[in-house]
């Protein structure tokens, strides 16, 4: 929504918007970098719709007793779902939609970043945000430029990714998340039939792999992929590896951001990019917020912040921080009922896993964004069948007594990964995490 919001502001259009989380007094982060775009921000209570609002754009989060939703309606202001904005505005340029469960946002981020640093001027759209427009004090996941390519982040968790027409699509893997595995297929499915030109799966994920068009096109860590990575080594927090013989070193860590960088590479190359340009340009990748982010070092001790929320992509956060440390102290915030109780039992069983015989597992309360939702699934269940799996698991239920027990459990070489989604005050608590240390 945020993205969307920037990018209908460049254009030139007059935005305002409204969040739960604004209150009309004390500003958030995103409200100042917003008042610096001229948008005007509200607090979710309706005065923000007025009879000459030309239309209201809503996430799938909205309910439809919201009270803005009701207002809209009564006035006659036509509603859009966030979605169908998203689909029209991607008719206005070539668009490259990288879909996939997991890695959607670090994917986007780097193809903007290769397109952006070779001088075609791309514009994007995506759910997170690259630190290198943070750093010019833009929210960072939206940027509209005068070239032809827009690079955006096509969601499957609502249904929305069959609404696209891309130029160029990345799927990057399907797992199970929001959505069972059959519901999933479909959905990829459709997507690549609605891809004009060059459809880009992973072909080391069988699934992936199935809907594949042209294996020349398609990246993986083996044949039959045209893109293929190998000799992977990680140094602390920095990857090394090669694409078809081709060196590259990218400043973030894990397995899971080589084969995003193969993505990233693929569609560049698509885009008429050489692998040679993509690996100087990878050199200065500068991340995105809360996606295996340092907050920093402390006593020898350090914090990770990342966004990780479902059984796969934890699965590749604790192997990323595995090989960067003496042992891995990991924390989990769910961001939902209906998410937890979905996926709890896979959860479990991946975190006992991939955890070995030093690590530590804490989780806390679920966040709650509001809504109408059951509440019929505790967090105690997830670490009762790690420790059934025979790891060390704990449920702390209020987060902020884990400030003292990493104080006392966190020793110098140990990596404290944090991880979540939804919850804007996350990456605060990250920092406070480190200060606390």
Known sequence: MSAIAQYLAAMGKRVAGSDRQFNGTDKTLIEEQFGRLGIQCFPQDGKGITPDTGAVIISAAIEQSNIEYCKALAL????????????????????????GTSGKSTTTAMIYHILDSCKTHPSLMSGAGLVSLQEKGLPGNAFAGDGDWLVIEADESDG??????????????????????NELLDLFNRFKKNTRTRFIVNASHP?????????????G???PAGFIGANFSQKEFIISFTVNGIDFTIPVPGRHNMENALAAVACCSAAGIGLEPCAHTLRSFPGIYRRMQRIGVKRGITVIDDFAHNPAEIEAAIKACQSAANRVICWFQPHGYGPLKFMKDELSERIAATM????????????????????????QEVTDRICHFGRIAYCIPDRNKMFEEFHHIAYPGDVILLMGARDPSLNDFAKAVLQHL
């Open 76 to 99: 006659n202001i036509p509603v859009f779902k966030r979605s169908e904005i998203l689909a029209a505005l991607s008719e206005t340029k070539k668009t490259i939609a990288v879909g």
């Open 160 to 181: 929305s990714i069959v609404n696209y027409k891309p130029e160029i699509s990345v799927l990057l893997n399907i797992d199970r998340d929001h959505k069972e595995m």
């Open 207 to 219: 699934l992936t792999c199935s809907l594949s068009a042209d294996h020349s096109f398609d990246f």
């Open 221 to 223: 860590l083996a044949a």
């Open 356 to 379: 070995n015989s030093r690590d530590k597992f804490y989780i806390s309360n679920v966040y709650y964004a509001g809504g109408t939702v059951s509440k019929d699934v505790s967090p």
